[in-house]
């Protein structure tokens, strides 16, 4: 099996590096072991440059597992690689050395890989002054060192030398018996023998023959010409290299399956009767080859450890099966030795006697040995019974037989205690064959508790080894997850800045004219954008999901400090400076007025998202299809058959005004609720609606802190137009009737031609302070027809604040009104930016073109969205998991979800403690468990804004019981 590079293997891989790699900058270096190393390489698309001392360098689609700590080596490469430009490749001659040059003048680095014999990889600076080495060895032939401080030799590297003759002639000298001719000029042109083989069966020569002195003179003009093709093609063709080639062989024990054997550049003419597969690049065949290797060295590492896990079970096993036949041992013999004493009762009373009386005439203990002896001399029947006397231990053993067993057996050796009668000794043994009874019926039962135990930690730990022991290939990251981002519910991307440098790339590259702004009304929050595909407007649940992220992803988090987010369209985020400033990175001028949301809480949600296959996606696409096709009811809602209705009757009002304002007809109870919450009820509508019956309309003006919003709040008249006792009631007050005259006489001027009047005149409306505002439009959400009011309500009435029985019956009252019937957030100009900014806004223009088309904006396609799901069912497969942190009203869908609030625990502990929350509950998938141990820390921690406390059901309710 082929397992290092040949000269020419490192030419053509070299080629394609040069085409893939070359001009890309440093991320970071990542130990594998202590041979083997990790480059990443990139800024959006990362590309893996695997490098193993001695054998292999390529670019790798799989995810590798790394070290917890880079080693001194790695920590060195990092500080003189990171954030340095990979500016060229080479090979050294024709030797397999690889140069890789970093940087660039006196701040050069070279990474020199050496793919021979055991390897090393040496890192130099600009002058070859070595920097740091892998493995320090001398070259004693040469008198050479290779260690830190000293200089690379880069002059005894192999260099091409063109064939000769008569070099060929003076080397056939010395060819040793069976030497193939393949071999030997592969020794004497360490180029490729592969490469080699090719043209000398090209030339009609053949490869594997054993060769004299003779045969080469015969042929010397023949395998000269093979020895210059092979020249030539190890100059032109790494060039011309597109694909891989691996080489498969059918394993002796099995005459059926494959293996790879071999990888080739190119598809030499020794491989066409062979099983070749093609790749769609060498660089590819060589990353699959030694993965197909590692993955099974990892196997074969997983099946030793579940051997190794299966023996301790099984000497578990044998250990409780010994302690229970140990103890029926005891109760055996016991019983035996009971019974041998009740058969022998006399002879053992009379040997009990005979020591005790000898003892009692104070007989010394040799004395006593000698009477024994004595009596076994003269046969008599006690003393050949006793076998030994222990007059230290009180006791004597005795050989007794069983008098009534008509088979002779041998005597079994009793303890007799002397202490004691042969009743007492009989009961003695009787009492141990009951404990061990009852000890044998307990061990009995902990046996099985704890074999239960053992194998289910047994079936878990190979469960996890096979989880772990894998190398799975790394799966290509989507555009928006090298940035904060989350999914809101109604199916947008939001993406976020995570610094200055991704706040200008995604406002630059990623917003378009369609797409809303959001930031934080605070100091140091992330610039967000919601991706909007199409020309309608944002709904309202959206923007109030993406201003709690922005305002979560900002200082407020760790202040814990509660503000407002604002949004404003594409075309008001400006890069241009007013005049005698600068604009730092990731800094934007906003012109014209801000539209500001609600206060939100700072809460976030942490969940899962599942990426499943593609034949999973179908299935569910064909359910959802059959569901749409099943006969609707036929009872109609109200609501149904008054929304084309509530549609049409939507008047808009005009956008110079200071706040929009429209009617609702529900109960009283909303006077003092709009009043909290800064939320505009007028009693106005045009002269030509109001005698109509039909849908009423309420609109939230979302200004927390205007003084102007809660007088009008306070004077607004609540109306139903269903009562006649209102309209009874609903007599004009005081400037009413002067307004609804001037609507009327204004009625048929347009916006434009209003704003064009109004700067004419100068008199579009003074502020406290008695600057003149500005005459900007305002921004009007379009909400979509099907939703409900109670969706916007929800988001802006906090029930906490209000009495349980009020709160509900406020939201069951909107929730019969189309979520059309509830106008925009009114817009706020902001306070810091002066009447010439807003003025010059729409002559000063915005990002260019050129710098949003830096390059191609790139979009989520709806078949991505509909494989990443958040609720798996069990006949989903599941392929991988992503982690998911967003407002916590955006995975109100979401299988597992835990809340995220502002605290004092930190991301890795709460990571950790969530997937075991989510492992531990009892209607997790084995899929969704796998998932979450196949998850990394990194991933998981990365869009978490910082310290955390986790609020969730259970959480620590295994720590309870």
């Not at 004493?341 to 004395?367: G, H």
């Not at 031609?753 to 008695?770: F, I, Q, T, Y």
Request: with cysteine.
């Amino acid at each position: 099996m082929k397992t290092k590079f040949t000269s020419f293997d490192v030419a053509c891989i070299v080629a394609e590096l040069k085409k893939k790699v070359e001009g890309l900058r440093v991320v970071n270096v990542y130990d594998i072991d202590n041979k083997s190393y990790i480059i990443k390489l990139g800024q959006d698309v990362k590309t893996l440059l695997y490098i193993e001392s001695g054998s292999r360098i390529h670019t790798t689609a799989f995810d590798w597992p790394k070290q917890m700590m880079p080693s001194a080596f790695s920590a060195k490469c990092r500080k003189a690689m990171k954030n340095r430009r990979l500016t060229n490749i080479s090979q050294v001659g024709c030797d397999r050395v690889i140069n890789l040059q970093f940087g660039f003048k006196e701040f050069t680095s070279h990474l020199f890989i050496e793919l021979y014999d055991r390897g090393n990889i040496c890192l130099c600076d600009h002058q070859f002054i070595i920097t740091a080495i892998l493995r320090k060895r001398d070259d004693k032939k040469e008198d050479i060192r290779y260690a830190i401080g000293h200089y690379y030799p880069l002059e005894l590297c192999q260099q091409l030398v063109a064939p000769c003759i008569k070099f060929i002639e003076d080397s056939s000298d010395d060819i040793k018996p069976n030497t193939q001719l393949k071999r030997w000029l592969n020794f004497l042109y360490p180029l490729s023998t592969p490469l080699i083989e090719h043209h000398l069966i090209e030339t009609g020569l053949e490869p594997n023959m054993q060769i004299t002195k003779s045969d080469v003179m015969e042929s010397i003009d023949i395998i000269h010409s093979a020895v210059l093709k092979s020249f030539e093609s190890f100059n032109t063709l790494p060039s011309a290299i597109e694909k891989g080639y691996i080489l498969m062989k059918k394993m002796k024990s099995s005459s059926s399956s494959l293996i790879m054997d071999e990888f080739h550049p190119y598809k030499f003419l020794q491989l066409e009767s062979s099983d070749v597969k093609e790749y769609l690049s060498y660089n590819e065949s060589i990353d699959v080859f030694f993965y197909e290797q590692e993955a099974q060295k990892i196997e074969m590492k997983s099946i030793q450890q579940e051997k190794n896990v299966m023996k301790k079970l099984e000497n578990i096993k044998n250990d409780h099966e010994n302690r229970i036949k140990a103890l029926q041992d005891v109760q055996e013999a016991s019983t035996l030795k009971a019974y041998l004493i009740e058969v022998n009762l006399d002879l053992v009373n009379e040997a009990i006697t005979t020591i005790q009386n000898l003892v009692a005439n104070r007989l010394s203990w040799e004395e006593i040995d000698e009477l024994i002896k004595e009596g076994k001399e003269n046969d008599h029947t006690a003393a050949l019974a006793i076998k030994n006397v222990n007059l230290e231990r009180n006791e004597m053993i005795m050989a007794l037989q069983d008098l009534y067993d008509s088979e002779e057996t041998d005597p079994v050796d009793i303890e007799i205690d002397l202490s004691i009668g042969a009743y007492g000794n009989a009961k003695k043994y009787f009492d141990q064959v009951k404990q061990s009874s009852v000890k044998e019926q307990k061990t009995i039962q902990s046996s099985t508790t704890a074999l239960k135990n053992a194998e289910r930690i047994t079936d878990a730990t190979i469960h996890d080894i096979n989880i772990v022991a894998s190398i799975k290939k790394a799966r290509k990251l989507m555009w928006f997850e090298k940035f904060l981002w989350f999914i809101t519910s109604e199916g947008f991307i939001v993406i976020g800045g995570r610094d200055a440098q991704q706040n200008e790339i995604i406002v630059k590259k990623y917003m378009n004219k369609n797409d809303v702004y959001i930031h934080a009304d605070i100091h140091g929050a992330t610039s967000i954008i919601i991706k909007n595909k199409s020309d309608s407007a944002l709904p309202p649940k959206t923007l109030m999901e993406a201003g709690c992220f922005a305002l979560c992803h900002s200082s407020a988090w760790n202040s814990k400090i509660v503000t407002s987010a604002y949004w404003v369209h594409a075309e008001q985020v400006s890069k241009t400076a007013p005049s005698g400033e600068y604009l730092t990175t990731g800094s934007f001028m906003i012109r014209g007025k801000k539209n500001y949301l609600p206060p939100t809480q700072l809460l976030l949600g942490f969940s899962i998202l599942f990426k499943i296959d593609e034949e999973s996606v179908q299935k569910r696409l064909t359910q959802s299809q059959d569901k749409e096709k099943e006969p609707q009811s036929s009872n109609t809602s109200l609501q149904e058959i008054e929304s084309p209705t509530q549609n049409n009757n939507v008047e808009h009002l005009d956008p110079g005004s200071e706040d929009l304002k429209c009617t609702l007809g529900t109960e009283d109870v909303l006077d003092d609720l709009f009043e909290k919450y800064n939320l505009q009820i007028s009693a106005s509508a045009p002269p030509n609606e109001q005698d109509q019956d039909g849908p009423v309309m309420t609109e939230f003006v979302g200004t927390p802190g205007r003084q102007n919003f809660k007088k009008q709040a306070k004077n607004s008249n609540f109306i139903d137009k269903n009562s006649s006792e209102t309209k009874q009631n609903n007599k004009p007050k005081r400037g009413q009737k002067g307004k609804k005259k001037k609507l009327e006489k204004y009625a048929d001027q347009s916006d434009d031609e209003r704003e064009a009047m109004m700067a004419l005149l100068g008199s579009a409306g003074v502020n406290k302070k008695g600057k003149t505002k500005p005459a900007v439009n305002n921004t009007k959400l379009k909400y979509k027809p099907e939703s409900t009011a109670k969706n916007v309500v929800s988001n802006v009435v906090d029930k906490s604040d209000l009495k349980l029985k009020e709160a509900d019956r406020v939201i069951m009252t909107l929730s019969k009104k189309p979520a059309s019937d509830i106008c925009e957030l009114t817009d706020k100009p902001d306070p810091l930016i002066n009447d010439e900014i807003i003025e010059s806004s729409s002559t000063q223009e915005n990002i260019s073109q050129e710098e949003k088309d830096l390059s191609d904006n790139e979009e989520v396609p709806s078949e991505v969205l509909d494989s990443l799901v958040l609720n798996p069912s069990a006949n989903d497969c599941i392929l991988f998991g992503i982690p998911f942190v967003a407002p916590y009203s955006a995975t109100s869908s979401c299988k597992y979800r835990v809340k995220l609030l502002p605290g004092a625990t930190k991301k890795g502990k709460a990571c950790k403690s969530i997937l075991d929350l989510f492992s531990r509950d009892k209607n997790a998938l084995d899929q969704e468990k796998n998932v979450f141990k196949s998850l990394k820390d990194v991933d998981m921690t990365t869009n978490i804004p910082g310290k955390v406390k986790i609020s969730a059901p259970n959480l620590y309710g295994h720590s309870k019981r």
